[in-house]
């Protein structure tokens, strides 16, 4: 767990205050960029140079040009072609590694594919459904996944742990091996001695073994078994990190778009707690009724549905909305000193200690409305007319 915290931090880490950034449906960038570059949106195609970080998050992301310095990145499927300067942290459905990397891939993924023309000058480190690794990893390999294809070349260590295990490449560094099967290749090569563990401790390491031993560790065995076996298993890691992630994504997305809202709605939340508790339970309470008179009144029902809309959006990421709306109220307080991904990355953590008071039985409930009541009427009133109109970020 304490791996995971450190992997979480490190790729939600702030990034520098000066960038760009972009959001709609279909992005192409098509002109080279100087700065960082935050991007959000369905569809995304890199093809032109980006001499900063590039943040992208969205459907289908496909790198084809040049990444002069981190590269972060989530989507469904991600396709990486070009060069890769610094760090990759990614997070997909799908992902694809076709290009050099400059240094540590970090990757949590359905599916992760490095390719034969790949070159990862740093670490390589997956958690992933499935994973096919066909390229060359300058420093160390650790995967931790259901399938595991190593047919390309590492020369550091290698800790390979999942449900199978197929290699075929070469480990010029020792290696920690345990699966529920293993199976050796023709092509494979260790060049260090291996510790290994299989569910029947029958592994055929053939000529593989270039002067080196391979020693059976029951040790191995219980650690993965914990890892896949247990309650807490891999498949269960997955799901509670895309399930961060995509708060991550959500809460990145509403910071980019509605950055003033929150902020002014910060102001008046710090104004007025009971004007904004009194008209949060209104909006609550309130607008199911007016949906469902709507509803009844036939020429209302467009209006109605919308409604009904928005008021499940609404409830759906309304611990979402709460955590950012209470981070730029401490960031008002802290005279305005947090940048972006400061606000971004608090609110997500926030957002996580929200989820878990839920938790408290009655208590967690009743608090939980309270601060979605207090936080939603401020947002409300600082739309009421009177206020000064709402600001897009571009």
């Known amino acids: 767990m304490k791996g995971i915290i450190i992997i979480l931090f490190s790729f939600l880490s702030p990034f520098l205050i000066c960038a760009q950034t972009e959001t709609n449906k279909k992005v192409i960038i098509s002109e080279d960029k100087m700065d960082d570059l935050y991007i959000a949106g369905e569809t995304i195609d890199i093809n032109a140079a980006i001499f900063g970080d590039l943040v992208a998050a969205g459907g289908t992301i496909t790198i084809n040009d040049s990444i002069n310095q981190d590269l972060v990145v989530a989507g469904g499927n991600i396709i990486i072609k070009g060069y890769v300067a610094d760090d990759i942290r990614a997070a997909g459905g799908n992902l694809t590694i076709d290009s050099e990397v400059g240094d540590d891939v970090i990757v949590f993924g359905g599916r992760v594919i490095i390719t034969k023309n790949a070159i990862i000058h740093g670490d390589l480190i997956s958690y992933s459904g499935e994973i096919e690794m066909n390229g060359e990893i300058k420093g160390k390999i650790k995967v931790y996944a259901g399938q595991l294809e190593i047919n390309g070349k590492t020369d550091g260590e290698a800790i390979l742990k999942g449900g199978d295990i197929k290699l075929d490449g070469e480990?010029?560094?020792?290696?920690?091996?345990?699966?529920?099967?293993?199976?050796?290749?023709?092509?494979?090569?260790?060049?260090?001695?291996?510790?290994?563990?299989?569910?029947?401790?029958?592994?055929?390491?053939?000529?593989?073994?270039?002067?080196?031993?391979?020693?059976?560790?029951?040790?191995?065995?219980?650690?993965?078994?914990?890892?896949?076996?247990?309650?807490?298993?891999?498949?269960?890691?997955?799901?509670?990190?895309?399930?961060?992630?995509?708060?991550?994504?959500?809460?990145?997305?509403?910071?980019?778009?509605?950055?003033?809202?929150?902020?002014?709605?910060?102001?008046?939340?710090?104004?007025?707690?009971?004007?904004?508790?009194?008209?949060?339970?209104?909006?609550?309470?309130?607008?199911?009724?007016?949906?469902?008179?709507?509803?009844?009144?036939?020429?209302?029902?467009?209006?109605?549905?919308?409604?009904?809309?928005?008021?499940?959006?609404?409830?759906?990421?309304?611990?979402?909305?709460?955590?950012?709306?209470?981070?730029?109220?401490?960031?008002?307080?802290?005279?305005?000193?947090?940048?972006?991904?400061?606000?971004?990355?608090?609110?997500?953590?926030?957002?996580?200690?929200?989820?878990i008071l839920i938790l408290i039985p009655i208590l967690g409930f009743l608090l939980s409305i309270l601060i979605i009541a207090l936080c939603f009427g401020a947002l409300i009133s600082t739309l009421l007319p009177g206020k000064s109109s709402l600001k897009f970020n571009n």
């Open 171 to 355: 480990i010029r560094g020792k290696s920690e091996l345990a699966a529920k099967n293993i199976q050796i290749g023709e092509n494979a090569k260790f060049y260090e001695d291996v510790q290994y563990w299989s569910e029947d401790n029958k592994v055929n390491f053939k000529n593989s073994l270039i002067n080196v031993k391979a020693n059976y560790n029951e040790a191995l065995g219980e650690e993965t078994n914990g890892l896949f076996h247990n309650g807490f298993g891999l498949g269960t890691l997955i799901f509670l990190t895309i399930c961060i992630l995509s708060a991550f994504l959500i809460i990145l997305i509403l910071n980019l778009i509605f950055r003033e809202l929150f902020s002014r709605a910060a102001v008046q939340l710090s104004e007025s707690i009971p004007k904004s508790l009194g008209i949060g339970f209104l909006y609550l309470i309130g607008l199911p009724i007016v949906i469902l008179l709507a509803f009844i009144l036939i020429i209302g029902i467009p209006i109605g549905f919308l409604l009904l809309v928005l008021y499940l959006f609404s409830l759906f990421f309304g611990h979402l909305i709460v955590a950012l709306l209470l981070t730029h109220y401490l960031n008002k307080r802290k005279a305005g000193s947090w940048n972006f991904w400061s606000i971004v990355f608090i609110a997500l953590l926030i957002a996580i200690t929200l989820h």
